[in-house]
């Protein structure tokens, strides 16, 4: 699992990614009561917006932590957008994409790297 700057994770398996919020991400957004995930066949680049998600407090877009074409957005989001609350980093995902440059990955976080800047902010 990689991680962005912007509490965005990755998981890839060969080359689709697995794109969802981190579960600081989710906590500090308090309860979810609407998300938006993108269609499949959107292409997007790393660092634009690719979904959005309304909770509570706030409504904060979804950036791609790595460029491709989405193959499937999480349309169960839709109508259990709570499941970003309780599975933030795995049934809460938002879109897995077809990497279009794997080298990305390059730039993200690790675990490690990632709980080391949680303790900066």
């Given at each position: 699992?990689?991680?962005?700057k912007d ?9 689709v990614?697995t ?21 499949a ?11 959005v ?7 904060s877009?979804v ?5 491709g074409?989405v ?30 440059n ?14 080391a ?5």
């Open positions: 699992m990689r991680f962005t509490h965005e994770w990755v998981i890839v398996e060969g080359d990614a794109v969802g919020i981190t579960a600081y991400a989710a906590e500090q957004l308090g309860d979810v009561v609407f998300v938006e995930t993108p269609e066949g959107k292409v997007v680049k790393q660092g634009e917006g690719l979904a998600v309304e909770s509570v407090k706030a409504a877009d950036y791609a932590p790595v460029s074409e193959i499937e957005g999480n349309g169960e989001l839709a109508g259990a957008p709570e499941t970003v609350n309780a599975l933030p980093e795995s049934g809460g995902w938002f879109a897995k994409i077809k990497l279009a794997p080298a990305e990955l390059d730039a993200l976080m690790d675990r490690d790297a990632y709980e800047f949680l303790g900066t902010l």
